[in-house]
């Protein structure tokens, strides 16, 4: 499968974005899927991911209660809501499909293997 992300951006402090990721070349249903951001100069780290088989999410502590991520299976889309966004949140924001036996929460970036290119968010005043 192929994937995209869309919908970065420059926004201030407090403001929000919604990333969109888009698959193409096969059916979302079956594939994990993850975001992850990576800063410059800092690794590439997951901050949600969402399961193929029960439709749960994870997100990583920094993000809890700020960001949401959904999946459209119809649409073959995934999609990041972010709120309440901070300074620390700029980075460029990723991703990524894989074929998971267990919870997504559970693999590293290395372990999901088709990646889209990124999309630049920037929070700055």
């Known amino acids: 499968v192929q994937l995209q992300a869309s919908g970065g951006g420059l926004v201030r402090p407090g403001g929000s974005l919604r990333l969109s990721c888009s698959v193409s070349?096969?059916?979302?249903?079956?594939?994990?899927i993850g975001w992850f951001r990576q800063a410059p100069g800092k690794e590439r780290s997951r901050i949600a991911c969402i399961n193929s088989s029960d439709g749960r999410t994870n997100y990583a502590d920094s993000v809890k209660g700020r960001f949401t991520m959904s999946r459209d299976n119809t649409k073959n889309a995934v999609y990041l809501q972010m709120n309440s966004l901070k300074p620390e949140d700029t980075a460029v924001y990723y991703c990524a499909a894989e074929k998971l036996a267990l919870s997504c929460g559970l693999y590293t970036p290395d372990e999901y293997g088709n990646w889209g290119q990124g999309t630049q968010v920037t929070v700055s005043s």
């Open positions: 070349g096969g059916t979302l249903g079956g594939y994990a």
